[in-house]
C-alpha cells in the first residue's frame, strides 16, 4: 500500500546531470571500460564520478560460467560482480535506457516504476547494450523454452531440471515418465554444448539419488542446425566434442531447425518431432532495440544493427559516438575488414582499449587503435572434458578442461569471487551437486487487501500494477482539491485505465470504511486485455464511463444556476418502466418491446427498489444452457445506478451521476421507495426551458 505522503512520479519532472562520459550497458565492455576510465579519470585529476555506467541490473555477469550454475557445480552469486564494487568512483544507475538523443546529446533513464527517473547530459556517449534475445520466429518458443542468457535464467534451469526428474519418479505412466526425463537443447554455439554437458552430468549424477528414475531412461538432445557444433574451433575439435558426448550419452540432431514448440512437443523441420516438456534455447540473437532505434532515426552507419565503428571504436561520422562489445563491428585487426567476433574477450579488451582512447580525446591526444586479435577459445563439455585452441594449438580431453578453469578462473573479476569458485570445484570433486528444489515464493498473481477506515490504496500518478474489485465496502476516488470524483462500492472494479494505458492513476483511492478487495496481477490483466475482443469491449465500456464524468462537468457548467438548485421532486420522472424482481423473463421481454430503454429499475410488490436490470445482462442471462419460461428476474445478477434522496437538489444528483460516470439517477425516499428518474437530457431540456429569451 502506497504511503499518504508518498509523491506522484509521473508529476516530477526527470532529474538533469551533466557528465563527461556515459556508458550504456553493465556486460563485459561497458564494466571494464568503467573500471579503467575510473582509474585513468583518478590518475588524471579527473573526478571519476564525471562518468556514469547505465545497467540494468547493479551487477555483470560472468557469463562463460553460467553453465556450471545450471548444473549446480557453482552457487549463482558466485558468477555475478557488483557493478560498484569493480568501477569504484565511476557513478552507476541501474535503469534502462528509455531514449538516446544524439543531436541534444542526452539520453533519459527510466529508473523505476516509482522514480521520475534522470537525464544525463553527456560529452561522450559509449554504446555496449550488447544483443537481446528474439524468440518470436519459431511459434511457441517465447512461451515454452527456458534461456540461458543471464544467472536468473540458470537458477530457473537448474529448479526446472531437478523439479523433472521429481515428478517422473513419482511417475509411474512410462510415457509420461519418458517425456519429463526429456530435455533438448537449441542451439550447438558454446552456450548450447556447455549446458547440454553440464545437464548430462547432473542428471546421470542425481538419478541415483531417485528409486524411479533410471539412468536409461533421461534423454537430452541437441538440436544444432549446421552439419558440426562449436563451429569456431574447427572440424577437429568439433568432431572431438561431438564423440565425447555422444558417448556420455547426448542425442545429436544437425543440419536441422525446430520448426515450432508446444508444452510437450518440439516439431522439427524434416517432420519428426520430440515428446518433451523442458526446452532450453540458446539461439535467437537480436539487435538490441535502442541500438536499432538509433541506426533509423539518425542514420547511424551499421552491420545488421551492429554499429559499425573505425579502430579507435568510435562510430563513424560520430566523433563522439564510442562502442563496444556485441552492438559494436569492431573491425579485427589484420582480418580484412571482418568484424571481431562477439565474445568475451574481445568485449573486455574493446572495452579496456575504448577507456584509454576516450582519456586521450578528452586530453587532446591521438588514439590508439584496437589490435588486439584474441588469444583462441575454450569450450567445456562436461565430465572434466573440454576442447581448447590456443593461439593456433588444439587441446582437448583433461588437459584442456584444466585450461578452461584456470583461465576463465583468472578472468573471473574480484578475489572473493576466485576464491569461492575455487572452494566449490574442489568440494564438487568430493561430493554429491547440490538437489535442492529451492522454489521462492513469488508474488501471488491473485491477492485479497484489506483496508481500514480511510486507508489509501494508491495516490494519484502512481503507476498501476494490478486491476482491483470490490468484494466489500467501499473506495472512494479523490481528485487533487479531495473532492470524491467517483465511488466503487462492492462487485465493482477499478484501475484498469491506467492499468492498460500506462501514465499512472488519476486520482487517488480511498477506503470508506472497513473495505476488503481482490488484487489481479497486470500479468494476468494485460494479456487477456491484449488477446481478447470481449475484455476490449469491457475496457470500452470503462474508458467510455470515465469519459462521462469530464462530460458530465461538462453539462453541469452549462445547466442554469436556478435548475441546479431546484429538488429533485420538481424535475424527475415519475413514469419510470420497471419490473419486479418475481416476474417471468417473458413478462420483461414485453416491456423491451413496449418501453425502449438501456436498463430497468427493479422494485418489489412493496415498491422498494432491489437495483437495476440491463437489457445486456437479461440477453446474456437467457443465452445459457437450462434456462426455461418460467426463470424469474431475481435469477439475473442486478446492476446498481446511482441514488439520490428525495430532498437532494439536483446539483446533488448531478455530483452523485458524476461521482459513477452515469448519465441517469434514481430518486428514492428514506425507505427506498422508488419515486421517479432524472437523466441528464432531462436537465438539458429543462434548463433550455429555463433560459432567458434571446432578444
Not at 422494485?603 to 446474456?620: K, M, T, W, Y
Amino acid at each position: 500500500m502506497a504511503s499518504p505522503d508518498s509523491l506522484a512520479n509521473r508529476e516530477l519532472q526527470p532529474h538533469r546531470i551533466q557528465l563527461e562520459v556515459v556508458i550504456l550497458g553493465g556486460g563485459f565492455a561497458g564494466v571494464f571500460c568503467g573500471q579503467k576510465l575510473g582509474r585513468k579519470f583518478r590518475s588524471a585529476g579527473i573526478p571519476p564520478h564525471k562518468a556514469a555506467i547505465i545497467s540494468e541490473q547493479n551487477y555483470m555477469v560472468f557469463q562463460p560460467m553460467l553453465a556450471e550454475v545450471a548444473g549446480a557445480s557453482l552457487g549463482p552469486s558466485h558468477v555475478i560482480n557488483p557493478i560498484r564494487r569493480l568501477c569504484r568512483g565511476i557513478t552507476v544507475y541501474r535503469g534502462s535506457v528509455e531514449h538516446v538523443d544524439l543531436e541534444k546529446k542526452e539520453v533519459r533513464i527510466n529508473t523505476g516504476n516509482f522514480s521520475p527517473g534522470i537525464i544525463i547530459e553527456f560529452q561522450h556517449i559509449v554504446l555496449s547494450l550488447g544483443a537481446e534475445i528474439d524468440l518470436s520466429r519459431v511459434p511457441g518458443m517465447p512461451e515454452h523454452a527456458l534461456l540461458m542468457q543471464n544467472v536468473g535464467d540458470a537458477m530457473i534451469l537448474r529448479s526446472t531440471i531437478i523439479s523433472r526428474i521429481e515428478e517422473a519418479n513419482a511417475q509411474y505412466d512410462e510415457a509420461l515418465r519418458k517425456r519429463l526425463l526429456t530435455f533438448v537443447v537449441v542451439g550447438g554455439g558454446y552456450s548450447g554444448v556447455e549446458t547440454a554437458g553440464e545437464m548430462l552430468d547432473m542428471l546421470h549424477e542425481t538419478s541415483k539419488f531417485y528409486t524411479n528414475v533410471n539412468r536409461e531412461d533421461i534423454r537430452v538432445v541437441l538440436v544444432h542446425s549446421r552439419d558440426r557444433i562449436l563451429q569456431t574451433l574447427g572440424d577437429e575439435l568439433g568432431d572431438y566434442a561431438s564423440r565425447k558426448l555422444v558417448d556420455r550419452g547426448l542425442e545429436l540432431i544437425l543440419n536441422e531447425r525446430v520448426r515450432a514448440v508446444t508444452s510437450t512437443k518440439v516439431y522439427l523441420q524434416s517432420g519428426d518431432e520430440i515428446e518433451t516438456s523442458t526446452v532450453v534455447s540458446t539461439v535467437g540473437n537480436a539487435p538490441n532495440q535502442v541500438i536499432r532505434r538509433l541506426c533509423d532515426d539518425y542514420d547511424v552507419p551499421h552491420n545488421r544493427h551492429r554499429l559499425i565503428t573505425d579502430e579507435y571504436l568510435q562510430v563513424e561520422d560520430f566523433d563522439y559516438v564510442w562502442a563496444a562489445g556485441d552492438c559494436a563491428a569492431v573491425p579485427l585487426a589484420d582480418g580484412g575488414g571482418a568484424p571481431c567476433p562477439q565474445t568475451a574477450q574481445f568485449a573486455m579488451r574493446q572495452g579496456i582499449c575504448l577507456a584509454e582512447n576516450l582519456l586521450r580525446r578528452v586530453r587532446g591526444q591521438n588514439p590508439k587503435p584496437f589490435l588486439f586479435k584474441g588469444l583462441g577459445e575454450l569450450a567445456s563439455i562436461g565430465h572434466q572434458t573440454a576442447v581448447a585452441s590456443i593461439f593456433g594449438l588444439k587441446f582437448s580431453g583433461l588437459i584442456a578442461w584444466f585450461m578452461w578453469r584456470s583461465i576463465y578462473l583468472m578472468k573471473l573479476p574480484g578475489l572473493d569471487r576466485k576464491l569461492r569458485v575455487i572452494i566449490d570445484w574442489t568440494l564438487d570433486l568430493f561430493f554429491p551437486r547440490d538437489i535442492n528444489l529451492l522454489n521462492p515464493r513469488y508474488t501471488k498473481l491473485l491477492q485479497q487487501v484489506h483496508l481500514e477506515p480511510d486507508d489509501r490504496l494508491f495516490n494519484r500518478g502512481e503507476p498501476a500494477f494490478s486491476l482491483y474489485v470490490v468484494k466489500s465496502g467501499q473506495i472512494d476516488l479523490h481528485d487533487q482539491d479531495g473532492s470524491v470524483i467517483r465511488s466503487i462500492e462492492e462487485g465493482d472494479y477499478f484501475g484498469e485505465r491506467a492499468l492498460v494505458h500506462g501514465g499512472g492513476y488519476l486520482y487517488d483511492a480511498v477506503s470508506k470504511g472497513r473495505t476488503e478487495l481482490v488484487s489481479l496481477s497486470g500479468e494476468v490483466v494485460l494479456p487477456f486485455f491484449e488477446s481478447s475482443r470481449r475484455f476490449k469491449r469491457v475496457l470500452a465500456k470503462t474508458t467510455a464511463q470515465e469519459s462521462a464524468e469530464g462530460e458530465l462537468q461538462s453539462v453541469t457548467e452549462k445547466l442554469e444556476p436556478d435548475v441546479l438548485e431546484k429538488p429533485v421532486l420538481e424535475v424527475m420522472r415519475t413514469n419510470v418502466a420497471t419490473l419486479n424482481p418475481n416476474q417471468l423473463l417473458q413478462e420483461a421481454v414485453d416491456l423491451f418491446r413496449t418501453r425502449r430503454f438501456s436498463t430497468y429499475p427493479l422494485v418489489d410488490d412493496e415498491g422498494i427498489l432491489r437495483g437495476v436490470l440491463s437489457r445486456e445482462s437479461f440477453f446474456d442471462f437467457i443465452k445459457r444452457d437450462g434456462i426455461g419460461k418460467d426463470c424469474k428476474l431475481d435469477q439475473i445478477e442486478p446492476m446498481h445506478l446511482p441514488v439520490c434522496s428525495s430532498d437532494n437538489t439536483v446539483q446533488q444528483s448531478l455530483e452523485r451521476m458524476i461521482r459513477y460516470g452515469r448519465y441517469k439517477c434514481l430518486i428514492c425516499d428514506s425507505d427506498d421507495h422508488l419515486l421517479g428518474i432524472i437523466t441528464v437530457m432531462d436537465l438539458i431540456g429543462e434548463s433550455i426551458k429555463e433560459a432567458p429569451a434571446m432578444t
